[in-house]
Each structure stands twice: as structure tokens, then as C-alpha cells.
């Protein structure tokens, strides 16, 4: 079955800085990639997904890109600021989100 | 706009007593309903899905059961908890065509 990796496990930058955090997958036919935010005693809110028919989506100060050959995905997010500081989780499914498999999260801190 | 409810938020529960946490869901006809897991530190483990009234999928052996008596009403339950049953219980829909995945508040469950 499909396998998610994702690194790294914590994350500190500065306010202002980029964050990337990367995530592999290993299911070639998983089609699906989204990314949760995840603050302390919440549910996972989802931030944004890409789908495997494109390489890379924006939304103001985050992106992910997919690269498919190598089967590896990424959320950037720029201009870091101290509301950013959660648990992100990435996630692969090629059908159906009973197939979802997730990350084990990154814990991202920014720091003032 | 559609909004998912979740309760309770905090659980305290001794081994062996039963268990009952509900889910619904709001704004949306026939959704797909899912029941999650989050050991602490850990990701996100699919327990049950449903895609419709009466019908569960469950994915892990377990002490848990699940049940949906009305189109938008999830239902996590257990007849004596254990000790491992503690952890973070995420009640989640998607609609029928599966485009995205959207998770409730959550309910932190500590058996004693």
C-alpha cells in the first residue's frame, strides 16, 4: 500500500523566513495531495491540495509543488509569521479519501 | 456554506464504561463520513467510513464500532473502552464527488 514520509519532524525559522517542508510518496498512481494545518486541539484544516494533472499551485504565501518522477511533493510557505506555527501533515491518495494515507507531521515554529 | 459538529470536545472516561461520540454534518445531502484517530505525536489512522445510511467500512480491527442512522450523523462507539482507546477521535466528511476532505473540532479521549 501507499507510504508518506515527511520531513522534517520540526521546523523553527525567524518571522519572515520560508519554510519547506517535503513529503515522498510511494504509490505511483496516487493522484490526490493535500496538506492539513493542524493547531494545538483542533482538527486538521486544510490549506491547500494539488492534483497530479499540475506541478505546482499557489495560494498567496503558500504553494506545493509535485514532482511525479520523482514522487515528491512540497508546501512552501513564505514570509513566515508566528500564526504559522502549527502541525502541517501532507497526504497521498490515488482514489477515494478511505485511501488517504498522511504524514506524520512537521511541527513548524516562527519565532518573533 | 457546509459545517461539521463534533462532540465532546474533552472525554474522560473509566476502562470498561462505554462509549458514545456523534458527529453531524450541515449544509450538505448524502456526504462521505469518516472517523479518525490521532495518537499523540503521531498522524492521522482511518478507522471507519460510510458512504451512505447503514453502511460502514471499518479499517483496522479494533474495540470501536460505527454507525450512521441518519444521512448526516456519525456515530463512534464502544460497549467497554481500554486503556489504549485514549487518543484525539476526528470526525470527517467529503462530498460525493470526493473532492475534498474537510475534518470536525475534534474529541480528546483519556481512559483511566
Known amino acids: 500500500g501507499e507510504n508518506v514520509e515527511q520531513h522534517p519532524s520540526t521546523l523553527s525559522v525567524q518571522e519572515g523566513d520560508s519554510a519547506v517542508i517535503k513529503c515522498t510518496y510511494s504509490?505511483?498512481?496516487?493522484?490526490?495531495f493535500p496538506w492539513y494545518k493542524q493547531e494545538l486541539g483542533k482538527g486538521p484544516q486544510l490549506i491547500i491540495d494539488?492534483?497530479?494533472?499540475?506541478g505546482e499551485k499557489k495560494d498567496q504565501r503558500i504553494a506545493v509543488t509535485l514532482n511525479k518522477t520523482a514522487k515528491h511533493f512540497s508546501l512552501h510557505i513564505t514570509e513566515t509569521q508566528p500564526e504559522d506555527s502549527a502541525v502541517y501533515f501532507c497526504?497521498?491518495?490515488?482514489?477515494?479519501?478511505?485511501?488517504?494515507?498522511f504524514g506524520t507531521g512537521t511541527r513548524l515554529l516562527v519565532s518573533p | 456554506s457546509q459545517t461539521i459538529h463534533q462532540w465532546p470536545a474533552t472525554l474522560v472516561q473509566p476502562v470498561g464504561s462505554p462509549l458514545s461520540l456523534e458527529c453531524t454534518v450541515e449544509?450538505?445531502?448524502?456526504?462521505?463520513l469518516y472517523w479518525y484517530r490521532q495518537a499523540a505525536g503521531r498522524g492521522l489512522q482511518l478507522l471507519f467510513y460510510?458512504?451512505?445510511?447503514?453502511?460502514i467500512s471499518s479499517e483496522v480491527p479494533q474495540n470501536l464500532s460505527a454507525s450512521r442512522p441518519q444521512d448526516r450523523q456519525f456515530i463512534l462507539s464502544s460497549k467497554k473502552l481500554l486503556l489504549s482507546d485514549s487518543g484525539f477521535y476526528l470526525c470527517?466528511?467529503?462530498?460525493?464527488?470526493?473532492?475534498?476532505?474537510?475534518f470536525g473540532s475534534g474529541t480528546q479521549l483519556s481512559v483511566l
Open positions: 470527517a466528511w467529503s462530498g460525493t464527488d470526493n473532492e475534498k476532505l474537510f
Open positions: 504509490d505511483s498512481a496516487s493522484n490526490y
Open positions: 494539488i492534483r497530479s494533472n499540475v
Open positions: 497526504a497521498a491518495s490515488k482514489g477515494g479519501f478511505q485511501k488517504l494515507v
Open positions: 449544509g450538505t445531502s448524502n456526504p462521505n
Open positions: 460510510s458512504v451512505g445510511i447503514g453502511q
